[in-house]
């Protein structure tokens, strides 16, 4: 079971971590990724990371801007937002069990609930 949260209401130009906590002990074994989804569109990659958290994929408008990472002793995946736009607006999930590092939803085996997070301009 995977628990997103820290969306919430932010002005353009701020920040926002997200976090997404696993139950069960095969945490690490899983491919971490993040998703998102604004109104009236697909859901839409956002970054991955792979088990052990060396290597990390992001979309490319989320580069240098979003920071993927892992802590696989609490069993919990982060999503680190900076230079928030308008345009990040939407619910962002986060998924598990890929079986490598991938930005198609449909090799993802679990999914949180998913969290807003609203960026104002």
């Known amino acids: 079971q995977l628990q997103a949260s820290g969306g919430g209401l932010v002005q353009a130009g701020g920040s926002l971590r997200l976090s997404c906590a696993a139950s069960g002990r095969t945490f690490g074994s899983y491919v971490m990724g993040w998703f998102r989804q604004a109104p009236g569109m697909e859901r839409a990659f956002v970054a991955a990371?792979?088990?052990?958290?060396?290597?990390?994929y992001y979309q490319d408008s989320m580069k240098g801007r979003f920071t993927i990472s892992r802590d696989n002793a609490k069993n919990t995946v982060y999503l680190q937002m900076n230079s928030l736009k308008p345009e990040d607006t939407a619910v962002y999930y986060c998924?598990?069990?890929?079986?490598?590092?991938?930005?198609?939803?449909?090799?993802?085996?679990?999914w949180g609930q998913g969290t807003q997070v609203t960026v104002s301009s």
């Open positions: 998924a598990a069990g890929a079986p490598s590092l991938t930005r198609v939803s449909g090799q993802y085996d679990y």
């Open positions: 990371i792979s088990r052990g958290g060396i290597i990390v």
